[in-house]
């Protein structure tokens, strides 16, 4: 056993973590003790935990109710995260839009966050910021209304998607300012107006 | 002629182009669910009025499309969250300002004067870039579960840019 203002110091740093994920803490703090940074905590200790007062660090308040993803510089912190090292743990995640203002700031929160493992960015375009980063893949993407097999396969077993593709209302227009493209682009209309009207004759 | 153009253009982008990723995106992570975080915007509401800017409209009836796609039959994993950013600021995130596009002109001009003013006025519009991101990349890989509080609406899958603000503990 500890003398006790060394346990009480010990206390109140793992509680200066906010950071709680639940789950493996048991698991985690069990890891640690094998590798000899910590002791096993003994009962007592669980209670001056669940007594000690919580404080609250304003530069990293954990997201309410959300699993959380940001790196911490806490050595502690692993207790409450899964180890990457030793777990099976991965976390796949797709991002479009990535060469965008939101866009590049999602992907560099997303590099830099050593809890996500796989980062599938779908761009038309090749995405520099990603470039020497092997947990980043880009999938140069034209189509964005069809999603093939391919696409679908490399896509596979990913959480979830930040979808960050976009234009700004005022600049859309900028492409079409050109007057060969407003022709073209008409042509192609009136084609679209014959056929529309040879469908309905068609129906009739 | 122009502004048809324009619109449709638009719309594909913002509209047509999330929607056929969320139906084909909504089972990658079966059995677990699917989290779809579509980066919206303030100003945009799914009930437009006379005075609704465009693109909130646009964006409105795909927040819309969205949380409708969530309750049909065969979507039941699909998670949608929307998320309405206000002034989009990197002026604290060095790292990314060498990959971010440039803007120009009347653009330009209206950003350096604007942001820092509503940074100091009105800092609940400001976005900065850091939290926004950690925001989104924190509900996509979440649960997917609705959330509550200030500045969250639509059945907890739409936040505003207050609510994001709060979440991120500024």
């Known amino acids: 056993m500890l003398p006790k203002e060394q346990r009480l110091r010990r206390s109140k740093k793992l509680l200066s973590n906010p950071w709680r994920c639940g789950g493996d803490e048991g698991q985690n703090v069990s890891n640690l003790h094998e590798s000899g940074r910590i002791r096993r905590p003994s009962s007592r200790h669980f209670v001056s ?3 000690a007062p919580t404080p609250i660090s304003s530069s990293t308040k954990p997201l309410n109710g959300l699993h959380t993803s940001s790196t911490l510089s806490s050595p502690l912190s692993q ?18 839009g990535a060469t965008g203002l939101v866009g590049s700031a999602v992907l560099h929160h997303m590099l830099s966050t ?13 995405v520099s910021q990603a470039e020497g980063h092997p947990k980043a893949q880009v999938i140069i993407h034209k189509d964005f209304n069809v999603y093939d097999e391919e696409v679908l396969g490399k896509l596979k077993g990913a959480e979830g998607v930040v979808w960050a593709l976009g234009i700004s209302a005022t600049q859309v227009s900028k492409p079409y300012v050109k007057t060969s493209d407003i022709l073209s682009l008409e042509f192609k209309w009136e084609e679209k107006w014959d056929k529309m009207n040879a469908d309905i004759f068609e129906e009739q | 002629m122009l502004i048809f153009l324009r619109n449709s253009e638009y719309e594909k ?3 047509e182009y999330p929607i056929a990723a969320a139906k084909a995106f909504a089972t990658l992570n079966s059995p677990k669910p699917f989290k779809f975080v579509y980066v919206s915007g303030e100003g945009t509401t799914t009930t437009p009025g006379m005075f609704t800017p465009f693109f909130g409209v646009v964006k409105g009836r795909a927040e819309a499309a969205l949380l409708c796609l969530s309750k049909e039959p065969g979507y039941e994993l699909f998670k949608p969250y929307s998320l309405r950013p206000g002034g989009v600021d990197p002026t604290y995130h060095p790292e990314i300002k060498e990959f971010i596009p440039v803007k120009q002109g009347l653009a330009k001009k209206g950003e350096e004067l604007l942001v820092p003013l509503l940074r100091k006025v ?3 519009m400001i976005s900065p870039t850091k939290d926004l991101a950690r925001v989104l990349t924190d509900l996509a890989a979440g649960d997917g579960e609705p959330l509550e509080g200030k500045g969250v609406d639509g059945e ?3 936040i505003a840019n207050v609510g994001m603000r709060r979440l991120a503990g500024i």
Request: net charge positive; no cysteine; proline share 9%.
């Open chain 2, 122 to 124: 009105y800092p609940g």
């Open chain 1, 114 to 126: 050593p809890s996500i493992t796989h980062i599938s960015i779908l761009s038309r375009r090749p």
């Open chain 2, 13 to 15: 982008i913002t509209y």
């Open chain 2, 156 to 158: 907890g899958r739409t």
């Open chain 1, 79 to 96: 207790i409450f995260y899964p180890d990457l090292r030793t777990t099976h743990y991965k976390m796949h995640l797709i991002l479009t």
């Open chain 1, 49 to 51: 935990l669940a007594l």
